[in-house]
């Protein structure tokens, strides 16, 4: 990893506390379970270091109480040890009997999660109950983990559905403590009148824990003008640039298409203003050896929005550069982590895009949601049929291009099309999906000051889950979640759907999983259930993910095609009602409020 990796990383990262909880009667008791107790919370540390790992790459580290925890005293130290330790999500774990309320975690920002050992020498879960109970009384929602089949007592292994939900439960937990405290950054203002382009400032704060920044886009003509970057690395990215980023034909008509030397210029505009944003949401140390030392803090984002059109793009080359290789998970510094940005400012496409990298440490995709075909329309324009996993329709996911490259489906995963953690990418696959992309001098009816946007094809056969926030005024934010695939069309049908919009932007075709029921009785419902213009979409079927951070976040699901049994949230949320358990979650999720409100 580069310098400027580590530096951006540098505030670390929460760390997992295990909360080995026991029967505090001594001479008997408690002597007889201290081993196994401890031994719990051993293996539950180990399997998450196992399984788990930080966005820079590094195996999630696990903080244990320093005793087993008996009672309030125990349970005090413990709480010390964590604030001290920088544990941001808790788990506790018990093979016995312990006293509820003497024990239990009462921190309300921390997620939290208890697995009690289902056995029957000692009661566990007789304690997940009590405890539980305790949690929903005390208004701290906690999740409740037990496995399905009885063990004989002193068997250290963790059986497969528990070591399912501990690292569930991990995953969103941690997503959720990284966001807290960092920043969105919202470079420009509101895009074309789009809505999640207003970057609210409660729902950042109250929900995610985090800041909400906001810088002029007059600064990047600054930082252009003064040369307030790296002129080393500007030279060494041109070259990389033209090395890697091959410009396509120019779809324009011909009496405005612009010179040659507009477009270099354009070139060396977009290299710049790359550098300028990645500088802007994390800092770079190299401004500071120029002089710079407050620019060279950057503002701490975790994730980011550009405007872009209309102001900036009526008279400057576009952000598709800038968007697309920053959510990529390479660029000229070599295979790093993807940035988040979000295209149009959207900052609530900007959110979910977080939650998917948060989940996954992949690059996400931005994209509209463009067009439904259904197959009556691609059967009258093109005569194909649709079949396979396209067979009841597909989306159009299309936008002047911010998609990240990695999208192009030229990662492999067993023999696969796939997006991975840049520590599993190979120079050879990023190398495959720079090659797949070709840069087209942008549409200069919609881009007065030209630029260039990315233009590929996303490979099919992805497992994808495509996902938005929505906010709802008297409601607040409301997750939606649709799993599907990306799918291949034959070349010339491919070809004809893409000429009848915007051919120089990169395309996904997806089919969203129909279920039958609700928002997915069909894919036309799926696009007119969707809430807004944009989607998030993510490699992998990360839905039951997606459920659990917004039930610790407090943020209800309004659709979701994740089956039932896959769904794991705070035992309380049953509390509200278990026939229909989408109301139960607006009730739960409205009686808790927002986590840091
Ligand atoms: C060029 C156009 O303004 C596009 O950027 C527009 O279709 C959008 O992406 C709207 O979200
Ligand atoms: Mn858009």
């Given at each position: 990893?580069?310098?400027?990796?580590?530096?951006?990383?540098?505030?670390?990262f929460p760390k997992i506390g295990i909360r080995?909880?026991?029967?505090?009667?001594?001479?008997?008791?408690?002597?007889?379970?201290?081993?196994?107790?401890?031994?719990?919370?051993?293996?539950t540390a180990?399997l998450i270091s196992?399984h788990l790992r930080y966005?820079?790459?590094?195996?999630v580290e696990c903080v244990?109480?320093?005793?087993?925890?008996?009672?309030?005293?125990?349970?005090?130290?413990?709480?010390?040890?964590f604030?001290?330790?920088g544990v941001g999500v808790s788990i506790t774990v018990?093979?016995?009997?312990?006293?509820?309320?003497?024990?239990?975690d009462?921190d309300p920002a921390i997620p939290k999660a208890v697995w009690?050992?289902?056995?029957?020498?000692?009661?566990?879960?007789?304690?997940?109950?009590?405890?539980?109970?305790?949690?929903?009384?005390?208004?701290l929602p906690a999740f409740g983990i037990?496995?399905?089949?009885?063990?004989?007592?002193?068997?250290?292994?963790?059986?497969?559905?528990?070591?399912g939900k501990l690292l569930g439960f991990a995953r969103a937990g941690l997503a959720a403590a990284y966001m807290r405290?960092?920043?969105?950054?919202?470079?420009?203002?509101?895009?074309?009148?789009?809505?999640?382009?207003?970057?609210?400032?409660?729902?950042?704060?109250?929900?995610l824990g985090?800041?909400?920044?906001?810088?002029?886009?007059?600064?990047?003509?600054?930082?252009?003008?003064?040369?307030?970057?790296?002129?080393?690395?500007?030279?060494?990215?041109?070259?990389?640039?033209?090395?890697?980023?091959?410009?396509?034909?120019?779809?324009?008509?011909?009496?405005?298409?612009?010179?040659?030397?507009?477009?270099?210029?354009?070139?060396?505009?977009?290299?710049?203003?790359?550098?300028?944003?990645?500088?802007?949401?994390?800092?770079?140390?190299?401004?500071?050896?120029?002089?710079?030392?407050?620019?060279?803090?950057?503002?701490?984002?975790?994730?980011?929005?550009?405007?872009?059109?209309?102001?900036?793009?009526?008279?400057?080359?576009?952000?598709?550069?800038?968007?697309?290789?920053?959510?990529?998970?390479?660029?000229?510094?070599?295979?790093?982590?993807?940035?988040?940005?979000?295209?149009?400012?959207?900052?609530?496409?900007?959110?979910?895009?977080?939650f998917?990298?948060l989940l996954?440490?992949?690059?996400?995709?931005?994209?509209?949601?463009?067009?439904?075909?259904?197959?009556?329309?691609?059967?009258?324009?093109?005569?194909?049929?649709?079949?396979?996993?396209?067979?009841?329709?597909?989306?159009?996911?299309?936008?002047?291009?911010?998609?990240?490259?990695?999208?192009?489906?030229?990662?492999?995963?067993?023999?696969?099309?796939?997006?991975?953690?840049?520590?599993?990418?190979?120079?050879?696959?990023?190398?495959?999906?720079?090659?797949?992309?070709?840069?087209?001098?942008?549409?200069?009816?919609?881009?007065?000051?030209?630029?260039?946007?990315?233009?590929?094809?996303?490979?099919?056969?992805?497992?994808?889950?495509?996902?938005?926030?929505?906010?709802?005024?008297?409601?607040?934010?409301?997750?939606?979640?649709?799993?599907?695939?990306?799918?291949?069309?034959?070349?010339?049908?491919?070809?004809?759907?893409?000429?009848?919009?915007?051919?120089?932007?990169?395309?996904?075709?997806?089919?969203?999983?129909?279920?039958?029921?609700?928002?997915?009785?069909?894919?036309?419902?799926?696009?007119?259930?969707?809430?807004?213009?944009?989607?998030?979409?993510?490699?992998?079927?990360?839905?039951a993910d997606l459920i659990t951070l917004a039930s610790i976040l407090r943020?209800?699901?309004?659709?979701?095609?994740?089956?039932?049994?896959?769904?794991f949230r705070p035992?309380?949320?049953?509390?509200?009602?278990?026939?229909?358990?989408?109301?139960?979650?607006?009730?739960?999720?409205?009686?808790?409020?927002?986590l840091?409100?």
């Amino acid at each position: 990893m580069t310098d400027s990796q580590q530096f951006r990383f540098q505030s670390g990262f929460p760390k997992i506390g295990i909360r080995p909880t026991i029967d505090g009667r001594r001479k008997g008791v408690r002597e007889s379970l201290e081993e196994q107790t401890m031994l719990m919370a051993q293996s539950t540390a180990a399997l998450i270091s196992e399984h788990l790992r930080y966005p820079n790459g590094e195996p999630v580290e696990c903080v244990i109480a320093e005793s087993c925890i008996g009672g309030v005293a125990e349970a005090a130290a413990c709480a010390d040890l964590f604030a001290k330790s920088g544990v941001g999500v808790s788990i506790t774990v018990t093979p016995c009997w312990c006293y509820g309320t003497e024990t239990m975690d009462m921190d309300p920002a921390i997620p939290k999660a208890v697995w009690g050992f289902n056995g029957t020498e000692r009661p566990g879960a007789v304690y997940l109950a009590a405890v539980l109970s305790g949690y929903a009384q005390k208004g701290l929602p906690a999740f409740g983990i037990y496995g399905e089949d009885v063990m004989d007592s002193g068997d250290p292994t963790i059986p497969q559905d528990v070591q399912g939900k501990l690292l569930g439960f991990a995953r969103a937990g941690l997503a959720a403590a990284y966001m807290r405290g960092k920043a969105y950054l919202s470079m420009g203002s509101v895009s074309m009148g789009i809505a999640g382009s207003i970057v609210n400032d409660s729902f950042f704060q109250e929900y995610l824990g985090m800041r909400t920044e906001y810088v002029d886009m007059t600064e990047f003509v600054r930082r252009m003008d003064e040369t307030i970057y790296d002129p080393g690395e500007f030279e060494k990215a041109l070259a990389w640039v033209k090395e890697n980023c091959a410009e396509g034909p120019d779809n324009n008509p011909e009496e405005i298409q612009t010179s040659r030397e507009r477009k270099d210029q354009d070139w060396e505009t977009v290299v710049k203003m790359t550098i300028i944003a990645r500088d802007l949401m994390i800092g770079n140390p190299k401004l500071a050896e120029l002089g710079y030392e407050e620019e060279a803090q950057g503002h701490h984002a975790i994730v980011s929005g550009f405007q872009g059109q209309r102001q900036w793009t009526d008279h400057f080359p576009n952000g598709d550069f800038m968007e697309a290789m920053l959510n990529s998970s390479f660029d000229w510094n070599g295979i790093r982590a993807p940035h988040i940005v979000a295209t149009e400012n959207d900052s609530l496409n900007g959110a979910a895009m977080l939650f998917g990298y948060l989940l996954t440490n992949t690059a996400q995709i931005f994209a509209d949601v463009r067009t439904y075909w259904s197959p009556d329309s691609v059967k009258r324009v093109t005569g194909h049929t649709l079949t396979g996993a396209a067979e009841n329709g597909l989306l159009h996911l299309i936008n002047s291009g911010p998609a990240t490259l990695d999208g192009t489906g030229e990662q492999q995963k067993d023999g696969k099309p796939a997006m991975k953690p840049f520590w599993d990418i190979t120079q050879d696959e990023a190398q495959k999906c720079l090659d797949a992309t070709s840069w087209r001098p942008a549409s200069v009816e919609y881009f007065r000051g030209g630029g260039y946007s990315s233009d590929f094809l996303t490979r099919g056969g992805m497992p994808m889950t495509m996902s938005r926030i929505n906010l709802v005024k008297g409601i607040g934010p409301v997750l939606q979640i649709a799993e599907g695939y990306s799918v291949d069309l034959p070349e010339e049908v491919h070809n004809v759907l893409d000429l009848r919009t915007d051919s120089t932007w990169p395309t996904t075709w997806f089919a969203p999983i129909l279920t039958g029921a609700g928002a997915f009785r069909s894919v036309y419902e799926v696009m007119d259930q969707w809430g807004a213009n944009h989607g998030s979409i993510s490699y992998g079927h990360i839905g039951a993910d997606l459920i659990t951070l917004a039930s610790i976040l407090r943020i209800p699901v309004n659709m979701h095609n994740v089956p039932e049994t896959d769904i794991f949230r705070p035992r309380a949320w049953g509390l509200f009602g278990t026939a229909n358990p989408e109301s139960a979650d607006y009730r739960a999720c409205h009686n808790y409020g927002p986590l840091y409100k």
